[in-house]
């Protein structure tokens, strides 16, 4: 029998507090509960762990993304508890490097107590978020940071970015008002021009190549 699906609220806050308790994801990955949108709610159900996660189908996704690609460099921000790491992880080819950055200085401190992040090929950065350059080295960019750190990281990544590489957004939005930081972020991506397409994940989000 499979077990009972619970229910979540979108677009909760990140914070602080939650930090010990949720970085448990990271030892023991939860099951998945039901996703909707708030805003679309005809759209087909999604699954997601809590209000602090991206949607299960798309870390999935991300991970598929990493196999196929086969990145020399992927750099991801806003790594949090972790569930497109992992499988961004799991998807990458030997000799490849995953370059995490977490934004929130609690979340951090905690990440870098993780054996996941060996320094060699899994390294947790000291800094909140990339600098030009490693952006333009990546070959994959999975950007899910904080609001805040996100618009200036993908409007950098479409300045700076090298041929031919892909860039994963989450929460571009999907039926969100104009006013909300999804919607803000969508009208922003489509402001830049990358070639790409938009996904219809409860939250949103964007797959593009340079």
């Known amino acids: 029998m ?8 979108e677009h909760e806050p990140r914070a602080r507090h939650e930090t010990r308790v949720t970085a448990d994801a990271w030892t023991t990955e939860p099951l998945p509960g039901e996703e909707r949108s708030r805003w679309n709610p005809d759209a087909p159900v999604w699954q997601a762990w809590n209000g602090m996660s991206p949607e299960y189908e798309f870390c999935e996704f ?5 196999r196929v690609v086969k990145p020399a460099l992927v750099i991801e921000t806003g790594v949090g508890q972790g569930f497109a790491t992992r499988r961004i992880a799991a998807g990458l080819p030997p000799g490849s490097v995953l370059m995490a950055f977490e934004s929130d200085e609690a979340w951090r401190a905690r ?43 993908v409007s950098r990544w479409a300045e700076r970015a090298k041929k031919g590489s892909y860039i994963v ?30 996904l219809p994940n409860p939250r949103g989000s964007f797959v593009g190549q340079r």
């Open 62 to 66: 991300v991970g598929a993304l990493a």
């Open 169 to 198: 957004v989450h929460d571009t939005g999907n039926g969100h008002p104009h006013w909300t930081p999804h919607h803000k972020l969508g009208e922003l991506i489509a402001s830049l021009a990358i070639d790409g397409i938009r």
């Open 111 to 153: 990440l870098a107590s993780l054996p996941f992040f060996d320094g060699l090929r899994m390294l947790l950065a000291d800094e909140p978020t990339p600098s030009d350059d490693e952006l333009a080295t990546a070959d994959l960019f999975v950007a899910d940071s904080g609001f805040r750190f996100r618009f200036d990281e």
């Open 2 to 9: 499979s077990p009972p699906h619970r229910r979540h609220g």
